[in-house]
């Protein structure tokens, strides 16, 4: 029962959309970090770019990033099909969750605040976009 459930809501996702939510979220993304926030995000995260002649590191960066986006974006879909306040709900959990595992790498009150901007501001973005995009 359970299983047929679940197949009867997977079947109802408009893919197409679903895809476009994956491209908006990622293109939000390459704006996010490298327009908006690039300096900001490298100071408050101590981040090393990857060597320009070896682009290995990029790379990995954006498979990790894109998958895990696509795993959000999925989880919104399924979730804004049976209650957009549940997906909702479910994105600022998330945030949030992510908001308390950086709370332990930083004792300075505004590395913190920038850090918690840019990462949980992000995904909440993310949520946001594909909450919309689900409703399609």
């Known amino acids: 029962m359970e299983s047929s459930y679940f197949s009867m809501v997977i079947s109802q996702i408009d893919w197409v959309w679903f895809a476009f939510s994956v491209v908006a979220a ?10 908006i926030f690039f300096n900001t995000w490298r100071a408050v995260f101590k981040v090393d770019m990857p060597d320009q002649n070896s682009p290995l590191g990029w790379i990995r960066s954006f498979i990790v990033q894109f ?7 999925l989880v919104c879909f399924v979730l804004a099909s049976v209650s957009i306040g ?4 479910t994105v600022v959990t998330i945030a949030g969750w992510q908001m308390c595992t950086i709370t332990f790498k930083y004792g300075d009150w505004k590395r913190f605040l920038q850090a918690v901007m840019i990462e949980s501001g992000y995904t909440l973005a993310c949520g946001v976009i594909y909450i ?3 409703q399609i």
Request: hydrophobic share 65%; net charge neutral.
């Open 67 to 73: 998958v895990t986006g696509t795993m959000l974006g």
């Open 26 to 35: 990622f293109a939000v993304g390459a704006i996010w970090y490298s327009l």
């Open 86 to 89: 549940f997906a909702a709900f």
């Open 132 to 134: 919309l995009f689900s």
